[in-house]
């Protein structure tokens, strides 16, 4: 197997494994072995042979916990993987790269605005923030002030709450915003 497919392969697997703890599940020492379940649904099935061949489930457990993502713990002599604190956030930056908007193709004649006032202190949030914005389709007008055309609210909320910038951000739907169809 070449390196970047190797590569490919327990990115998979982490992720696969982080996303699947992040669910809630508790997972035991039958599913290091085969006939994983809900793990296998996260992990495309090739890659899941390869990872089985290679002994890659338990090195990336390994690796998860040395990173402090992960822990284990023994219970009624079966070895439970738990998600830490770290892992969560690891989870919310897979979700955050995943993140998209719904074109139902028609407009509803609202235009939603996003305005940021990050401090400095938050500049990292701050310009992860804009950049995701403009991911997601939304125009710039001003360096803190952008605006879409489709329903964005829950998505808004979630960057907000995962990047700890909740006071700093607003969501406006707007009616009649006549400079802007001249704009975009």
């Known amino acids: 197997m070449s390196r970047k497919r190797e590569g490919a392969v327990i990115a998979g697997l982490t992720k696969a494994l982080l996303l699947t703890l992040g669910t809630g599940v508790v997972i035991g020492t039958a599913l290091v072995f085969p006939g994983i379940g809900l793990l296998y649904k996260e992990f495309?099935?090739?890659?899941?042979?390869?990872?089985?061949?290679?002994?890659?489930?338990?090195?990336?457990?390994?690796?998860?916990?040395?990173?402090?993502?992960?822990?284990w713990k023994e219970k009624d002599?079966?070895?439970?993987?738990?998600?830490?604190?770290?892992g969560r956030k690891r989870i919310l930056q897979y979700k955050m790269d995943t993140l998209t908007l719904k074109n139902t193709g028609?407009?509803?004649?609202?235009?939603?605005v996003v305005i940021f006032d990050i401090p400095e202190d938050s500049?990292?949030?701050?310009?992860?923030?804009r950049e995701k914005l403009k991911d997601l389709g939304f125009k710039q007008l001003q360096k803190s002030v952008f605006v879409i055309r489709l329903e964005c609210k829950d998505e808004i909320d979630f960057l907000r709450h995962s990047l700890e910038?909740?006071?700093?951000?607003?969501y406006i739907l707007a009616k009649d915003v006549s400079s802007l169809e001249k704009q975009l």
């Open 44 to 71: 495309k099935k090739q890659q899941w042979e390869d990872a089985k061949k290679r002994g890659a489930l338990r090195s990336t457990i390994k690796r998860l916990e040395k990173q402090k993502l992960i822990s």
């Open 77 to 86: 002599g079966e070895v439970q993987l738990t998600l830490e604190e770290k």
């Open 106 to 112: 028609k407009w509803d004649g609202f235009w939603r």
């Open 123 to 129: 500049r990292n949030a701050r310009e992860f923030l």
């Open 165 to 170: 910038i909740s006071p700093y951000v607003s």
